[in-house]
């Protein structure tokens, strides 16, 4: 079982970057995916979040309207992917992938860092001003 995020690196404010995630070793087209950050010091965060079946998509409110999440089920791995745009420096951080095997409850939940139970290594990214 594996998550590995790809994608990071230092963009100005501003700017876009596309992160990336695949998904290898189990079903994880049955698996709930989502994205957190977390910047130094901080605690791990929700960003966003995106249902098995690509029907549903969650956001944390301060990227709503510059980040979208997407996957890709159709490969023999799936990708989750990150969209991020209008980059400003409160962005900065180290972007994780995570997967849920279980059912989204609702909103609270699907925040949570303890609802995911496969996690990638996560990969940086730094927002210059």
């Known amino acids: 079982v594996q998550l590995q995020a790809s994608g990071g690196g230092l963009v100005q404010a501003g700017g876009s970057l596309r992160v990336s995630c695949t998904a290898s070793?189990?079903?994880?087209?049955?698996?709930?995916m989502a994205w957190f950050h977390q910047a130094p010091g901080k605690e791990r965060e929700f960003v966003a979040a995106?249902?098995?079946?690509?029907?549903?998509?969650?956001?944390t409110d301060s990227v709503k309207g510059r980040f979208t999440i997407s996957r890709d089920n159709a490969q023999s791995m799936v990708m989750v992917f990150l969209q991020m745009s209008s980059l400003n420096a409160e962005d900065t951080a180290v972007y994780y992938c995570?997967?849920?095997?279980?059912?989204?409850?609702?909103?609270?939940?699907?925040?949570?860092?303890?609802?995911?139970?496969?996690w990638g290594q996560g990969t940086l990214v730094t927002v210059s001003s």
């Open positions: 995570a997967a849920c095997v279980g059912s989204f409850a609702n909103a609270p939940f699907i925040r949570r860092p303890g609802t995911y139970n496969y």
């Open positions: 995106i249902s098995r079946d690509e029907g549903d998509t969650y956001y």
């Open positions: 070793g189990r079903t994880f087209s049955m698996f709930h």
